[in-house]
């Protein structure tokens, strides 16, 4: 299926690695004009050459750490008029409300949800005049399934769910969607982080936590972020336009609810 985009300008938030880089390599590969973000140039290189050797096309890059008002204007400088925004960060670390101070509550507000809110705010009005945007923010199965250890995570991406939903109800007569990806349990290197915490604290093998990880899924596997990437592309094509404000849930058939 050609999905319409080819020549599109997309912007990918935190995408040296991970779901973001699955995104950006699939836009990529529709003949979008991919912009990739991230805070280690090395890391950023590296991506590019991933991107390129399936896409055949390098996408430029932009050294910036989006948890800061520079970061943040710095990427806007880089790419001032996106067709297509990828909002996308590092979570929170888990834990309980115990453990989690001011400072954490703050930092997890800032990355996860002021943060995109940035971009969306800055790049809705020329999407709207070009009559024609796609936003994809990359939030959590959290967000509608709360685990014990991932509340903060889950409160603040509620919270820019909440605003999207909001925005787009104006957005979408431009041809402008926005919409949520809620990722469960893909393999990358969070999904080895939470086994490394799981083997550490169980005094089992990686491998034997991240077995473990795995069997939470109904699926019985992790997800491939390629999976994850191709569902961001369609989200982002002509032809999805008329999708918008909903939540896109990729957890390989576990989320135990009907809506």
Same mark, same amino acid.
């Given at each position: ?8 300008? &997309? ?16 836009? &990529? ?28 096309k390098r996408p430029e890059i932009i050294v910036a750490d989006l948890n800061t008002e520079?970061?943040?204007? &710095? ?86 769910? &909440? ?97």
């Amino acid at each position: 299926m050609d999905l319409g985009i080819s020549g599109k300008t &997309a912007l990918v938030c935190a995408s040296s690695r991970g779901l973001g880089l699955a995104c950006a390599t699939a836009l &990529a590969r529709e003949g979008c004009h991919v912009f990739i973000n991230g805070r280690d140039r090395d890391a950023l290189e590296k991506a590019a050459d991933q991107v390129e050797a399936v896409a055949s096309k390098r996408p430029e890059i932009i050294v910036a750490d989006l948890n800061t008002e520079e970061g943040r204007a &710095a990427v806007v400088a880089a790419c001032p008029e996106p067709d297509i925004l990828v909002n996308n960060n590092g979570g929170p670390t888990p834990g309980k409300i115990a453990d989690w101070d001011r400072d954490d509550w703050l930092a997890g507000v800032e990355a996860n949800m002021l943060a995109p809110i940035f971009f969306i705010k800055t790049y809705v009005p020329g999407m709207r005049a070009r009559r024609f945007g796609r936003i994809v923010n990359i939030t959590s199965a959290m967000v509608k399934s709360p685990s014990a250890t991932m509340g903060l995570s889950a409160a603040v991406r509620a919270g820019l769910t &909440a605003l999207s939903k909001s925005v787009q109800r104006d957005s979408v007569v431009d041809n402008v969607t926005i919409n949520n990806m809620l990722p469960e349990r893909f393999d990358t290197d969070r999904q080895r982080f939470m086994a490394e915490r799981i083997s550490k604290r169980d005094g089992i093998t990686t491998a034997e936590a991240k077995a473990r990880i795995a069997a939470t899924i109904a699926a019985k596997r992790l997800g491939d972020p390629a999976e994850f990437g191709d569902a961001c592309a369609y989200l982002c094509s002509a032809q999805a336009g008329y999708i918008s404000g909903q939540n896109l849930q990729l957890d390989g058939g576990s989320y135990a609810g009907l809506v």
